[in-house]
């Protein structure tokens, strides 16, 4: 699946997040030595089907459920050690062996407790501008680490440090909770003793990931850096605010887990052969209600970390066509294909018109965002299941027809086509 010329090869969702990421990346995995996520923390949720059972992926790399493959958390991350060590422990309950096989880097940073007591506090005082977090901390902990006020892995092997730390950022914590007007009360001396303990089993796993990884590419072999959430959730050209707090485009990848940006040999962006978002925010495809309920309903679109509806819409080729070039895609997965079945009729927007002009890309500016219109296109459905297509000729011709569209419009090659949840429903083009 992975071309033999490409030894570093970034999976990035090109959407608004949940476009399939966990699926491609386990697929991928098979011929890869080393599965690194770069950025984002336990606000992701990557689902991976092995046979019967299925895996919900938060923060360890979706190449785990792989014998004898390399997962990597890199600086870039913000960890939450606490639900990583439930994460874990599930996943060794489940019959895998993964101590061994996990690296975190010194560098990343910590979300402890007092992060997701001001996410949902920040979010509770935006009121109707909220943004629809996941709850899980993410903005608080990049908050602290550009006000360089975070805590590290590194720190936890100095005890001393740790508690002068923790000393410091549960008081800064507390001072933000009481201006938001939350009565929640950070308790150090509860956070030090779960940190300590936590730390023993830490500690063991981490160190200088980028190092490993270099190392591991000098040697030949394979490496996929997976991207967390999408590009229009990235916080420089996503739909700010309503966003997440990194940066999730590929060119955040080598940055996140130490190595310089010369070794990506590809950039493989994942998109679903239509359009969801989870959380506030612009989704100019939406659906109206009954329509996206159908189509919610279709595509099983709930979200994997808060279970929360998926709003649901048609492709969206501007924001494919921006996350080409933002992200520098090499190719596209397309994701879903077979959720479009039963479907009549699948419209796909060609462009935006605004005003007077036609814009082939997103813009910047959300404030005229209630004026946009897509320009929609109409192409026949299919109306056959494409579950079983292994092959691009086993599709049905519209179906063809609909992805040489996506091509066309975007200027990308499709590279893998996914058809359903399983490892074998996937049809790799020119392979
Ligand atoms: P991620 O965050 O990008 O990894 O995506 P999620 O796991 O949050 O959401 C994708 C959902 O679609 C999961 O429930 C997957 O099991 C499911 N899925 C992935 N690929 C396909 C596919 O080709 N067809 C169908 N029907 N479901 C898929
Ligand atoms: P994966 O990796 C979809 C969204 C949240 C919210 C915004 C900010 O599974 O694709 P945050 O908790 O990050 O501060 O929330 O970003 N969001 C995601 N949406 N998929 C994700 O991850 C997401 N991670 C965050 O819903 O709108
Ligand atoms: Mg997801």
């Given at each position: 699946?992975?071309?033999?010329?490409?030894?570093?090869?970034?999976?990035?969702?090109?959407?608004?997040?949940?476009?399939?990421?966990?699926?491609?990346?386990?697929?991928?995995?098979?011929?890869?030595?080393?599965?690194?996520?770069?950025?984002?923390?336990?606000?992701?949720?990557?689902?991976?089907?092995?046979?019967?059972?299925?895996?919900?992926?938060?923060?360890?790399?979706?190449?785990?459920?792989?014998?004898?493959?390399?997962?990597?958390?890199?600086?870039?991350?913000?960890?939450?050690?606490?639900?990583?060590?439930?994460?874990?422990?599930?996943?060794?309950?489940?019959?895998?062996?993964?101590?061994?096989?996990?690296?975190?880097?010194?560098?990343?940073?910590?979300?402890?407790?007092?992060?997701?007591?001001?996410?949902?506090?920040?979010?509770?005082?935006?009121?109707?501008?909220?943004?629809?977090?996941?709850?899980?901390?993410?903005?608080?902990?990049?908050?602290?680490?550009?006000?360089?006020?975070?805590?590290?892995?590194?720190?936890?092997?100095?005890?001393?440090?740790?508690?002068?730390?923790?000393?410091?950022?549960?008081?800064?914590?507390?001072?933000?909770?009481?201006?938001?007007?939350?009565?929640?009360?950070?308790?150090?001396?509860?956070?030090?003793?779960?940190?300590?303990?936590?730390?023993?089993?830490?500690?063991?796993?981490?160190?200088?990931?980028?190092?490993?990884?270099?190392?591991?590419?000098?040697?030949?072999?394979?490496?996929?850096?997976?991207?967390?959430?999408?590009?229009?959730?990235?916080?420089?050209?996503?739909?700010?605010?309503?966003?997440?707090?990194?940066?999730?485009?590929?060119?955040?990848?080598?940055?996140?887990?130490?190595?310089?940006?010369?070794?990506?040999?590809?950039?493989?962006?994942?998109?679903?052969a239509?359009?969801?978002?989870?959380?506030?925010?612009?989704?100019?495809?939406?659906?109206?209600?009954?329509?996206?309920?159908?189509?919610?309903?279709l595509g099983?679109?709930?979200?994997?970390?808060?279970?929360?509806?998926?709003?649901?819409?048609?492709?969206?080729?501007?924001?494919?066509?921006?996350?080409?070039?933002?992200?520098?895609?090499?190719?596209?997965?397309v994701s879903k294909l077979d959720v479009l079945d039963t479907?009549?009729?699948?419209?796909?927007?060609?462009?935006?018109?605004?005003?007077?002009?036609?814009?082939?890309?997103?813009?910047?500016?959300?404030?005229?965002?209630?004026?946009?219109?897509?320009?929609?296109?109409?192409?026949?459905?299919w109306?056959t299941s494409s579950a079983e297509a292994?092959?691009?000729?086993?599709l049905?011709?519209?179906a063809?027809?609909?992805?040489?569209?996506?091509?066309?419009?975007?200027?990308?090659?499709?590279?893998?086509v996914s058809v359903g949840r399983r490892?074998?429903q996937?049809?790799?083009?020119?392979?």
């Amino acid at each position: 699946m992975l071309d033999s010329d490409v030894r570093c090869l970034v999976v990035v969702g090109s959407q608004w997040g949940d476009e399939g990421k966990g699926k491609l990346v386990d697929v991928l995995a098979k011929d890869a030595d080393w599965i690194a996520r770069y950025q984002g923390g336990a606000n992701a949720g990557h689902t991976v089907r092995v046979g019967e059972q299925q895996y919900i992926l938060h923060q360890i790399p979706s190449g785990i459920l792989y014998p004898g493959k390399h997962c990597v958390l890199g600086n870039g991350m913000v960890l939450d050690p606490v639900t990583f060590f439930d994460e874990l422990d599930e996943l060794k309950g489940r019959g895998y062996e993964v101590e061994d096989r996990i690296l975190i880097s010194t560098r990343a940073q910590l979300v402890l407790a007092y992060h997701k007591l001001l996410d949902r506090a920040e979010e509770q005082s935006r009121g109707d501008a909220a943004i629809g977090t996941t709850g899980r901390g993410i903005g608080a902990a990049y908050e602290d680490k550009v006000a360089r006020a975070g805590i590290r892995v590194a720190d936890l092997s100095n005890r001393e440090r740790l508690r002068e730390l923790l000393e410091a950022g549960a008081a800064r914590a507390q001072a933000k909770l009481r201006a938001l007007g939350s009565d929640e009360t950070v308790d150090v001396e509860a956070l030090y003793d779960e940190l300590s303990s936590l730390a023993e089993r830490l500690l063991p796993m981490a160190c200088d990931v980028g190092l490993a990884l270099s190392r591991a590419l000098d040697r030949g072999e394979k490496v996929l850096l997976e991207g967390a959430q999408g590009s229009m959730l990235d916080v420089d050209h996503g739909t700010y605010p309503f966003v997440t707090s990194s940066p999730t485009v590929a060119g955040a990848a080598t940055t996140g887990v130490g190595l310089g940006p010369t070794v990506i040999d590809a950039v493989l962006g994942v998109v679903k052969a239509y359009t969801t978002r989870v959380g506030n925010g612009p989704l100019p495809t939406e659906l109206p209600p009954a329509e996206a309920d159908h189509l919610r309903e279709l595509g099983a679109e709930y979200g994997a970390t808060t279970g929360r509806p998926r709003r649901t819409g048609w492709f969206d080729t501007p924001v494919v066509r921006y996350a080409a070039r933002i992200n520098g895609l090499t190719a596209l997965a397309v994701s879903k294909l077979d959720v479009l079945d039963t479907l009549p009729e699948i419209k796909l927007a060609v462009n935006y018109r605004l005003g007077g002009d036609t814009l082939e890309e997103f813009p910047a500016d959300l404030s005229r965002l209630t004026e946009l219109e897509p320009v929609y296109e109409t192409m026949p459905g299919w109306r056959t299941s494409s579950a079983e297509a292994r092959r691009l000729e086993d599709l049905p011709a519209t179906a063809r027809a609909y992805l040489d569209r996506i091509s066309e419009l975007t200027g990308l090659p499709i590279r893998f086509v996914s058809v359903g949840r399983r490892r074998a429903q996937i049809i790799e083009v020119g392979g």
